[in-house]
């Protein structure tokens, strides 16, 4: 039996598209409490590259996973607790893995272990004083203490909504990777929340995983049409830092399918157009002077438009 962990591995949601049937490998077993009884909702929790998924238990204890065959992080949970870690597990088609957790094999130091992470969680006094003074301290821009008071209140309890606020207060460290992950992890449980969808996609925009970003955010504006004009501007805007110019054209394109009022959009679709292809740029930029005509910018998109229609 592995050694009791704390600290969960990085995680991504299930991007891949499901493979045949014929080459899905299986993975089951039983999670059972510390006098070896069945222990009913708790689950594994599988993921490795471009995969998350979760499954539950049954009133037998047992759970069991269909998957595309590859290497997998195993974490068993139970009340919602990591519990126990298992990494680089390999999952081949063929004979099924069985990964079993029984509590009572543990060791009296990780059983001890065990018991204070459940009773930890528990603690719910405990866990909504961390949630509070997250978000004070992220109201008043204290962002180092808002990332650690929410990681305490993720340890007792993973609720979504902990998750998603301790992302929110990843994603203003600059930590991006981590608050992409920690979305991820939210939308286990709420998996259409399209704020939650739309915030990761700008996560992973900014670690560079672009396929990831566009996917995200696409997901978030079929949710939720309201926030894709948006949505998409932030991604061009995360783009336009990064140098990708073509993404950001295409992201600023996609704002402007979302809402064709969104005149910041015209603008910066016109800005990253008239280095690149300047005959593209004029019809934005006369569509972004139309929508605001007194906006700060609005001199310099009259240069740039002049520009344009020179070449």
Known sequence: MRVVCRVLPGCLLVLALAAPAWSQAVVRGTILDFQGEPIEGAAVRIEGDGYLQEYPTGADGAYSATLPPGTYTLTFLVQRQALL??????????????RDFDMSALSDEDQERALEMLEARGDANAIRAAFDAGVAALNSGDVDTAIAQFGIAAEGDDQHIILANLAQAL????????AAQNY?????????????????????GNTGDIEGAVESIARAA????????????????????????????????????ADAENAQAYYQLGLALVGTAPADAVAPLERFLELAPDDPNAQTAQGLLDFARTQ
């Open 222 to 257: 079929e949710l939720d049409p309201l926030t894709a004009g948006m949505s998409y501007f932030n991604l061009g805007i995360i783009f336009v830092n990064r140098g990708q110019v073509p993404d950001a054209v295409d992201a600023f394109e996609r704002s402007i399918d």
């Open 171 to 178: 994603a203003l460290g600059g930590r991006h990777e981590e």
């Open 184 to 204: 991820a992890l939210a939308l286990i449980q709420d998996p259409e929340n399209a704020v939650y969808l739309q915030n990761r996609g700008i996560a992973l």
């Open 85 to 98: 870690v298992e990494n680089n597990v390999p999952v081949r088609v063929g004979e099924p893995l069985v």
